[in-house]
């Protein structure tokens, strides 16, 4: 079983839809959370941090639930400047940390 | 305020040679981490450099080793290169302490070897 798991889509949807991406997690340690966008030959830039009482900005909604090992990131109104992949990301650690990355999920926004 | 920087962009070796890849960490930040990306996958985590130290490793083989500077810049050296090394190989940079542990990537450095 893989440390960080994503559904690899691709995900084809309108612009104007709701999109939600799932993200589920298995070591017990991990400490840190985070949502990375990647767009093609370029590198991960992180999109937003992600806490147990959730946290949003503008359009995007990240959560975390700790008990299911499980993240989520909702993108509302998606734009056609969405189309990426989005990685989830597990730092497990802390003080000397090991970062898992999700395979990813590709997303793409169409007119 | 410098981002994370790279260099070589690109690099093209035969195999069994070996290679030396380098990165800037942001300004303000002490911990580099390397990744390498192969085509279609999540980045993998090789090693994470603090205080001229290893401080975590990933599965990676021997022949991945780094060093890293009193001015926090590092390096990471591939020797004995294969195939299977081509990928793009990025470099990451946090401030140690800092919860949550956020980092910031450089551009990378795209190996392919021959």
């Known amino acids: 079983r893989k440390e960080v798991e994503q559904d690899p889509g691709p995900f084809n949807v309108p612009e104007g839809a709701t999109v939600a991406f799932n993200c589920t997690y298995s070591?017990?340690?991990?400490?840190?959370f985070f949502w990375y966008r990647q767009d093609c030959r370029k590198e991960p830039k992180l999109l937003m941090s992600v806490y147990s009482s959730g946290n949003e900005d503008g359009r995007f909604t990240a959560q975390l639930n700790r008990a299911s090992q499980y993240i989520s990131l909702l993108i509302r109104d998606s734009k056609l400047s969405d189309s990426a992949t989005y990685l989830c990301?597990?730092?497990?650690?802390?003080?000397?940390?090991?970062?898992?990355f999700g395979a990813g999920t590709r997303l793409f926004v169409k007119a | 305020d410098a981002g994370v920087t790279q260099s070589p962009t690109h690099l093209i070796k035969t195999r069994g040679q070996q290679v030396t890849l380098r990165c800037s960490p942001k300004?303000?930040?002490?911990?580099v981490s390397w990744y390498q990306q192969a085509l279609g996958q999540g980045p993998q985590f090789i090693f994470q450099y603090y205080e001229e130290e290893e401080r975590q490793r990933g599965n990676f083989p021997d022949r991945f080793s780094g060093h890293q500077f009193p001015n926090y810049s590092s390096e990471l050296n591939v020797n004995a290169l294969l195939l299977g090394d081509s990928a793009l190989y990025l470099c990451?940079?946090?401030?140690?302490?800092?919860?949550?542990?956020?980092?910031?990537f450089g551009p990378g450095t795209r190996l392919t070897v021959l």
């Open positions: 990451a940079s946090s401030l140690s302490g800092r919860v949550p542990d956020t980092q910031y």
């Open positions: 070591n017990s340690a991990s400490q840190s």
């Open positions: 990301v597990v730092n497990i650690g802390t003080g000397g940390f090991k970062t898992i």
């Open positions: 300004s303000g930040h002490d911990t």
